[in-house]
């Protein structure tokens, strides 16, 4: 089962694959269904610290792709230029910008309020003029008609959310585009 699965799983998953058999196998044998204990013969991948780091972009490629963001005035290069600027602004994860609300936004306090996914917690930042100019130029002339109150919106409809997955393509897709070179593990934590 393990080699079945091995070959399309990343180190990390297969570890995780081979922790949860040998729990299970531990139990199945402390309650006598097997006669033998099998987890011991189970082998995984050792994982090494800091080997999924992602690498990082250097300043002149964070400019590049933010030039080549900002000079797409369409609904969809509005959007993706104000998730970048988010990104790249205040080091926000994939699904904190994804799950930005409308009303997380105080335009007359300047600031908004992230919802960290990771920790449960939450941070309020200025809303740096920048920042705040990006995403209203996208509300007003990019963000489709929707009931949602996510501010980023799906390009294609049905226009939904943009899940965390979503924030991820626009980062590989714009450096894509902004001729910047991708290295492993490159994508809105780089």
């Known amino acids: 089962y393990v080699q079945s699965q091995a070959s399309h799983l990343g180190r990390g998953a ?10 299970f196998l531990r139990y199945l044998h402390q309650n006598g269904w ?3 204990d099998l987890a011991p013969d189970l082998i995984s991948p050792r994982i090494y610290a800091d080997e999924a780091i992602p690498s990082a972009l250097r300043t002149r490629e964070v400019e590049l792709l933010l030039e080549s963001a900002q000079q797409d005035r369409s609904p969809k290069g509005l959007r993706d230029y104000a998730i970048l600027l988010m ?6 994860r994939a699904s904190e910008v994804a799950r930005l609300r409308l009303e997380e936004l105080d335009w007359r306090g300047e600031r908004i309020r992230i919802r960290h996914t990771k920790t449960r917690s939450e941070s309020m930042l200025p809303l740096l003029r920048t920042v705040g100019e ?11 008609q929707t009931t949602a109150r996510e501010i980023f919106i799906r390009t294609a409809a049905p226009h939904r959310s943009l899940q965390g997955s979503g924030v991820y393509h626009v980062v590989v897709d714009r450096l894509r585009n902004a001729g910047v070179p991708i290295a492993r593990n490159q994508g809105p934590h780089a």
């Open 134 to 144: 990006a995403i209203l130029d996208y509300l007003r002339n990019g963000r489709p």
């Open 14 to 23: 297969i570890k995780n694959m081979v922790n949860a058999l040998r729990s």
């Open 34 to 36: 097997v006669v033998r």
């Open 87 to 92: 990104l790249c602004t205040y080091g926000l």
